[in-house]
Nanobody, 124 residues
Framework: QVQSVESGGGLVQAGGSLRLSCAAS????????MGWFRQAPGKEREFVAA????????RYADTVKGRFTISRDNTKNTLNLQMNSLKPEDTAVYYC?????????????????WGQGTQVTVSS
């Protein structure tokens, strides 16, 4: 079993930055590809970014490409999401997800383990 806990959410003005972190524990962290998803009120959970288990491959949703950067530190069992130039439409609960595969997944159903989420609110 793998547990993950997100942190770093908060309230920020449009144009500002936030850095989300996800701390994983339990089974060995390294075998998992990881991703960030988000869910706004009344909307489905959507893909934000993902990274392969080695960190050598990353993918982003078009809506965040060029503004967000995903990274991981396998020595510290952590996943990060640097979010710059934030917009009000980025407001959502952000979730860290892990899957027991090297391949990056784009759908929520691809991931087996989820954190509890952290709220990001961007004011206009």
């Amino acid at each position: 079993q793998v547990q993950s806990v997100e942190s770093g959410g908060g309230l920020v003005q449009a144009g500002g930055s936030l850095r989300l972190s996800c701390a994983a524990s339990g089974r060995t962290f390294r075998p998992y590809a990881m991703g960030w998803f988000r869910q706004a009120p009344g909307k489905e959970r959507e893909f934000v970014a993902a990274i392969s288990r080695s960190g050598g491959s990353t993918r982003y949703a078009d809506t965040v490409k060029g503004r967000f950067t995903i990274s991981r530190d396998n020595t510290k069992n952590t996943l990060n999401l640097q979010m710059n130039s934030l917009k009000p439409e980025d407001t959502a609960v952000y979730y860290c997800a892990l899957r027991s595969s090297n391949a990056i997944g784009y759908a929520a159903r691809d991931y087996e383990y989820w954190g509890q989420g952290t709220q990001v609110t961007v004011s206009s």
